[in-house]
């Protein structure tokens, strides 16, 4: 089975394998380099839980939540569900993304009484009005064929590679991400997402790491600095590398697949 | 006048400079006092706990460094470890740093299974245990309680669901002390890891021996892989959290040894610098060398065994402080021994020695000719 790096790595691929050696003079390809940060983020099942707060430009903190990330991630299929644990506003709502065959990124939200409340959303849709988005969790631009390199970089005094992904397949919401990857541990030190006018649009970036028990490194705190100046913290407090995905898991995928912003039958 | 006397009376005659040097040795013995005794506090305060349990061995995955090892299957598990000969008891423990409430900081949650042998060493103060293994009914330690400003009754929010709190007791460790105790059942529901613990417990019968523990250990390592059976002692000395503390308290031991050794080396160079004259005098009179060194090297140790003295007790404050921070109450513990404090009033010394040992030398082996000259 292989490792869960991806644990937390659900949050951006920001979950870490093992290393293969690269130094200054022998850094892998981007396309390398993309490929394993995929294959890293591969787990048979993971939860990690997250507390999550956010100070807006006004220096206002909104209150912060915490969610459940529950994540299954192989060749075949990247699914994740996010349950909402407190406080009690939240506590009974759910959303479960997936990566389809064609590469899109399809997004339920859904509540207690299913498929009664079920609701397929935009992939760009914020978790909880946070600066969470369903569609960064799942990190679709390792997939994209482009990788480019963009060098050596430094990021809070971490050495790091440069990868810009770019797509113009199909309509993405970011068509353009730059991630300044660390080539041993393949945590992500930061990841900028643009649009198509390259317009920063959010920046994550890694604040602290943990050792799992697998030996990989994960994030265990990472900051989100959206364009508006509003900063969202994440602290992932708990987790389970060898989360048993149930039946039930993921059921919301399984129900019939509603036009966006129409409730399910 | 002794030796002695007349090494005090120099320190006496610049009580600014000797004040300062105790000072700086007294703040770097004080920094390796409270990190050691903290560093030994939080390993004898895991001790404790998993000895006031009455747990002979616990059963983990091998590769668990952390603070609780990682949640695993227990079923299969515990039932091949009831098999093996003198196992009384195979008990599961799910334990987390939750936090109970919106602003509360993040205190251990730990899952007991129903009934078992681990609830019996709680000494209780207030109300009951729980009355069965899946209402939502907690007890809370002594110092939780006090930290959350709960009693018997009340309701605490833990993991997005509402808890009564049925009791509050007392324990020999710490750790359980500032603790939420729910049964197992519980445990693993609001933490979503169904048949999930971090360690199983492993309580003997009273025949069991050395030599059985070790077969115990032998057996699980050869035929349950990717599991380990340790003492709860060698466990608490896997733990990563004690090893960097350990490692804090050594490296600062090292760092604060080095620095006081330049501080009395400093202070004695200068000391000596500013007396040439009047150790000239003194080897002009008839002084011997020996003696000489022996003056600079008392005054050096005298030193630093005054701000030995003081950053001990300064030491003591500061950890006896911070077990009473609210962000540490029940969580850390400072564990002074009398030998340790022996040790380090003997590492003063050495400090003295070395420190004043070459400004000695040097003063011994002025010519007094030429220190007389000295402006």
């Known amino acids: ?265 | 006048m002794n030796l002695f006397g007349f090494a005090l009376g120099n320190l006496y005659r610049r009580p600014a400079r000797s004040s300062l040097t105790i000072a700086a040795i007294s703040l770097g013995v004080a920094s390796i006092v409270a990190l050691t005794s903290i560093a030994w506090g939080f390993e004898a305060s895991w001790q404790r706990a998993n000895d006031a349990r009455g747990t002979d061995l616990i059963v983990t995955r091998i590769a668990s460094e952390n603070a609780m090892p990682s949640p695993f299957l227990a079923d299969k598990l515990q039932a091949t470890l009831k098999g093996y000969p003198h196992v009384q008891e195979v008990v599961g423990l799910l334990s987390e740093m939750l936090s109970v409430g919106d602003n509360a900081p993040p205190v251990f949650v730990f899952g007991w299974e129903y009934r078992s042998y681990l609830w019996q060493h709680l000494r209780l103060i207030d109300g009951h245990l729980p009355a069965n293994d899946t209402d939502a009914d907690i007890v809370l330690g002594s110092l939780a309680a006090e930290l959350l400003h709960k009693k018997v009754g009340d309701s605490v929010e833990i993991e997005g669901r509402q808890f009564l709190i049925r009791g509050i007791f007392d324990s020999p460790a710490v750790v359980e002390n500032g603790a939420v105790v729910m049964t197992l059942t519980l445990a693993q529901q609001i933490t979503d890891k169904p048949g999930k613990v971090n360690i199983l417990n492993i309580k003997l019968d009273d025949h069991a021996s050395d030599s059985v523990i070790d077969d115990f250990k032998t057996r699980v390592r050869e035929t349950l892989p990717g599991y380990l059976a340790i003492t709860s002692g060698e466990l608490v000395r896997k733990n990563a959290v004690v090893r960097i503390s350990k490692a804090m308290s050594n490296a600062t031991t090292l760092i604060a040894s080095l620095v006081g050794a330049l501080v009395v080396f400093n202070t004695m160079l200068m000391s000596i610098n500013e007396r040439t004259r009047e150790i000239g005098l003194l080897l002009a009179l008839g002084w011997q060398r020996q003696t000489i060194v022996k003056l600079i090297v008392s005054e050096s140790v005298v030193l630093s065994l005054a701000g030995g003295l003081a950053g001990i007790l300064i030491g003591i404050a500061i950890a006896g402080g911070l077990e009473h921070v609210e962000l540490m109450r029940g969580k850390i513990e400072a564990v002074f021994s009398m030998p340790f404090l022996i040790a380090i009033l003997g590492l003063s010394v050495v400090l003295g020695v070395a420190g004043g040992l070459y400004p000695a030398l040097k003063a011994a082996r002025m010519l007094p000719s030429q220190a007389l000259r000295q402006e």
């Open chain 1, 1 to 265: 089975m292989r490792f869960i790096a991806s644990a937390v790595l659900a949050l951006l691929a920001t979950l870490a394998g093992q290393s293969y050696g690269a130094d200054g003079s022998d850094l892998p390809s981007p396309a390398a380099l993309a490929e394993t940060m995929m294959l890293a983020r591969y787990s048979a099942g993971f939860e990690a839980r997250m507390r999550i707060s956010s100070v807006g430009p006004d220096g206002k903190q909104s209150t912060p939540f915490k969610v459940a990330v529950v994540g299954q991630i192989d060749s075949q299929r990247e699914r994740l569900a996010i349950s909402g644990i407190s406080p009690p506003s939240i506590r009974d709502h759910s959303y479960a993304a997936e990566r389809t065959a064609d590469g899109r990124i399809r997004v339920i939200e859904y509540g207690a009484r299913l498929p009664a409340d079920l609701l397929e959303i935009e992939p760009t849709t914020r978790v909880f009005d946070s600066a969470l988005v369903v569609w960064d969790m799942l990190a679709p631009w390792w997939h994209w064929p482009k990788q480019i390199s963009g060098g050596v970089d430094h990021v809070d005094g971490r050495d790091c590679q440069n990868i810009r992904s770019v797509t113009n397949a199909g309509t993405p919401p970011i068509p353009e991400v730059v991630s300044c990857v660390d080539a041993k541990t393949r945590l992500p030190w930061r990841t900028q997402l643009f649009d198509r006018q390259h317009i920063l649009l959010r920046t994550i970036s890694t604040r602290r790491t943990m050792r799992m028990e697998s030996g990989a490194v994960a994030v265990r705190r990472l900051t989100i600095a959206d364009a508006d100046r509003t900063v969202t913290d994440v602290d992932v407090y708990s987790g389970d590398e060898h989360y048993a995905i149930s039946a039930a898991t993921f059921a919301a995928l399984d129900y019939a697949h509603p036009a966006a912003g129409q409730a399910a039958p």
